[in-house]
């Protein structure tokens, strides 16, 4: 839960600081999600501003959003759908059985509820883990942000639980979700994949 809080405060500083790129960033993903199709480019290209806003603030801009929006926009689109087909699928067996009981139905429910929390890390993660990996690899970077959720569940669970928080005000406030929304999920999402490396690559040089 530590690791998570401080991660969440490492983002909301990062927004602070680079609040102007991640408001028109977070302008264009919404427009670019209009076509429904374009959504997993425009996550990624989205990632990839959060990504530049904390590695090369100055690179962090409305050109990077959209060279990266058309670089990634047929390889982010199957990746997009396999996530769509599975949270479709995870939280259709949650709502159909949600009413019924028993040890099977018991166990099942807490399989697909612990799915779909490896399903949204998997969201959020993916893109900051690709454009972070020497070799960018979708499915390697799907991989990777699968395992750094099973690896570190409660920062995780933190992550979600502030994220879903900030949902709720945004939804309140209504054009919240249309100025900076989405730009913070970029940022916490940075925030937590360079938080678990620095502390992965800091365990290696430890290591005898």
Same mark, same amino acid.
């Given at each position: 839960?530590?690791?998570?809080? %401080? ?7 990062? *927004? ?11 302008? /264009? ?9 374009? +959504? ?10 959060? $990504? ?7 690179? /962090? ?11 990634? =926009?047929?390889?982010? #689109? ?6 769509? *087909?599975?949270? $479709? ?5 949650? =709502?159909?059985?949600? %009413?019924?009981?028993? #040890? ?24 900051? +883990?690709? $454009? ?8 390697? /970077?799907?991989?990777?942000?699968? +395992?750094?959720? &099973? ?5 995780? @669970?933190?992550?979600?639980?502030? &994220?879903? @928080?900030?949902?709720? =005000? ?7 979700? *249309? ?14 994949? #360079? ?14």
């Amino acid at each position: 839960m530590i690791d998570g809080l %401080r991660v969440s405060w490492r983002a909301l500083g990062n *927004l602070r600081w680079n609040g102007y790129a991640y408001v028109w960033a977070n302008l /264009a993903f919404v427009v670019l999600c209009l076509p429904v199709v374009t +959504i997993p480019a425009a996550w990624s290209a989205l990632c990839r501003v959060g $990504y530049l806003a904390y590695t090369d603030p100055s690179e /962090a801009d409305l050109s990077a959003f959209w060279q990266t929006f058309k670089q990634q =926009i047929w390889r982010a #689109l199957p990746w997009g759908l396999g996530c769509a *087909l599975f949270g $479709y699928v995870n939280f259709s067996n949650v =709502i159909a059985y949600s %009413r019924q009981d028993g #040890l099977l139905v018991t166990g099942l429910m807490t399989v697909w509820i612990l799915a779909g929390v490896v399903w949204l890390g998997v969201l959020l993660f993916t893109w900051p +883990i690709y $454009y972070e990996m020497a070799e960018p690899s979708v499915w390697g /970077a799907t991989r990777n942000a699968a +395992i750094m959720v &099973l690896r570190n569940p409660l920062m995780t @669970l933190t992550l979600l639980a502030v &994220l879903a @928080l900030l949902a709720v =005000i945004s939804t309140a406030l209504i054009a919240a979700w *249309l100025v900076l929304t989405f730009g913070v999920f970029a940022a916490f999402a940075n925030a937590a994949v #360079l938080d678990r490396l620095t502390a992965y690559y800091a365990q290696r040089r430890a290591a005898p």
